[in-house]
């Protein structure tokens, strides 16, 4: 039986009167009201300091709730137990993962803009919680905290904010190989290329089997048309990673660009239908046959994604575009219209349209 929105309301509050966060002569918050945080801005406790034991309760009440995915009531107690105790820094890390499923939530339920404005709030939470925790903590806890951010922070576009967690949290925790792994991937992002090397080399001066910083160095030198470096370097990366998926792509990439696409395509042709579904590899087949003069094939990459993901609609415009410059118009059309039914408005699509407006023999 599902839970009325009162009974919800209801069950919540007795979790927040049980740990301490609400009394019985105050009238409990309506639910629908929104309680902000100024991360920027120290707020003095409106009510009596909530004591360590309903501080510990909370937490632990919110976080289990996150577990079973229950989000909206792991919200409101963090929200009344930020308003109780606005200095404890564990609960605006718990509100930002919170904050963080939710903007999974509703990216699965494809509202890209909710998702996104979910994700901001989260590392905003984030923040605060960097901002707040204690001196006297131990700094691998601090810069994991740092780290957390930065990522989240880097999925919300925040790239100077990531930078400044990232290198924060290498400074705490100067042994651990992470934190200037992803230091070099945000100045990568922003083609800081020096920068990014030095990061990188201070990654291998503490683990030299990290693969993923020898894969970002090739991608440096590919940067810098060094095609010597990127294959030493990609090579690197794939003894020592031979498994992994983005490493081979990556390998893939560095040989196309280094006018090697048959061995290229010796990486991907032979993987799994599930992995060849996978955009980033079908990017890299499409391409290397494009390379090859073949635009058929490249269609069929795209169209092996499409068939694998109806969702992708991108797929079937890149078949319906590969297929035009293979002079097959009418698989062209035949891909086109898949796109054009899922992403009527999209630029991409747009540009498909007047390029079949530009055919002989259409109107």
């Known amino acids: 039986m599902q839970r009325s929105r009162a009974g919800h309301c209801f069950a919540v509050l007795g979790v927040l009167a049980s740990i301490g966060l609400i009394g019985c002569s105050k009238q409990p918050d309506d639910s629908s009201t929104t309680v902000t945080t100024n991360p920027d801005v120290d707020t003095a406790p409106v009510q009596p300091t ?5 501080i510990e309760a909370a937490l632990s009440a919110a976080q289990q709730y996150l577990v079973q995915q229950e989000l909206t009531k792991a919200e409101l107690i963090l929200r009344k137990l930020i308003e109780r105790a606005p200095q404890e820094y564990r609960a605006y890390e718990l509100y930002g993962q919170v904050l963080l499923a939710m903007g999974m939530q509703v990216g699965a339920q494809r509202d890209p803009q909710a998702a996104t404005d979910a994700i901001v709030q989260a590392y905003q939470q984030y923040r605060r919680a960097t901002e707040l925790v204690p001196s006297d903590i131990e700094p691998t806890v601090a810069a994991g905290l740092h780290q957390s951010a930065g990522e989240i922070a880097s999925i919300a576009g925040r790239l100077d904010d990531a930078l400044n967690h990232f290198q924060r949290a290498g400074r705490l ?19 800081r ?31 810098e048309d060094d095609q010597v470096q990127a294959i030493e370097h990609i090579e690197e990366a ?3 990673a031979p498994n992994d998926l983005t490493i081979r792509v990556q390998e893939a990439r560095v040989r196309r660009l280094c006018d090697q696409p048959r061995r290229a395509l010796e990486l991907l042709v032979l993987l799994t239908e599930q992995e060849r579904a996978e955009e980033a590899v079908a ?34 415009a890149r078949a319906a575009q590969a297929y035009l410059d293979a002079k097959q118009p009418d698989e062209a059309r035949w891909w086109y219209e898949r796109a054009r039914l ?19 023999g259409e109107p």
Request: glycine share 2%; net charge positive; charged share 20%.
């Open 283 to 316: 990017s890299q087949i499409a391409s290397c046959y494009r390379l090859l003069g073949q635009p058929a094939k490249a269609a069929q990459a795209w169209q092996h994604r499409y068939q694998l993901r109806p969702d992708a609609w991108r797929a079937a």
């Open 50 to 54: 909530v004591t360590q034991e309903a």
């Open 238 to 240: 794939r003894r020592i």
């Open 173 to 191: 925790d100067p042994v651990n190989p992470k934190h200037p792994l992803y230091e070099g991937q945000i100045l990568l992002q922003q083609r």
């Open 342 to 360: 899922a992403a009527p408005t999209s630029p991409e699509v747009r540009s498909l349209g007047e390029a079949f407006s530009r055919l002989p």
């Open 193 to 223: 290329l020096a920068e990014a090397r030095r990061a990188l080399q201070r990654v291998l001066a503490v683990d030299p089997n990290e693969a993923y910083a020898h894969a970002s160095l090739a991608t440096i030198a590919l940067e």
